[in-house]
């Protein structure tokens, strides 16, 4: 078993930042790729990035440039800076845990909402 617990979100401004966070534990050694998406209101989940277990890294093309994903092994935590925040941004952030193509956990998710 895997958990993850998201942190991290709330309410920012346009052009503003936020630091997701998701901490994981149990069976952790089963994770190759960690991974952010996002689901807005009446939306498909999205996407956002993810990273693999050996640090590289991968973006959807409406965040390139303006969010970085990165991850902590020492902590079991993966992380997504988020720069230029814009009202589309608005969205439920979730971590994802895989090893190679099957899924091994989600988060619950955290808010994050872009409005001034």
């Known amino acids: 078993q895997v958990q993850l617990v998201e942190s991290g979100g709330g309410l920012v401004q346009p052009g503003g930042s936020l630091r997701l966070s998701c901490a994981a534990s149990?069976?952790?050694?089963?994770?190759?790729?960690m991974a952010w998406y996002r689901q807005a209101p009446g939306k498909q989940r999205e996407l956002v990035a993810d990273?693999?277990?050996?640090?590289?890294?991968n973006y959807a093309d409406s965040v390139k440039g303006r969010f970085t994903v990165s991850r902590d092994n020492a902590k079991n935590t993966v992380y997504l800076q988020m720069n230029s925040l814009k009202p589309d941004d608005t969205a439920v952030y979730y971590c994802?845990?895989?090893?190679?193509?099957?899924?091994?956990?989600w988060g619950h998710g955290t808010q994050v909402t872009v409005s001034s």
């Open positions: 149990g069976s952790i050694f089963r994770i190759n790729v």
């Open positions: 994802h845990a895989r090893s190679g193509a099957l899924t091994i956990a």
């Open positions: 990273i693999t277990s050996d640090d590289r890294p």
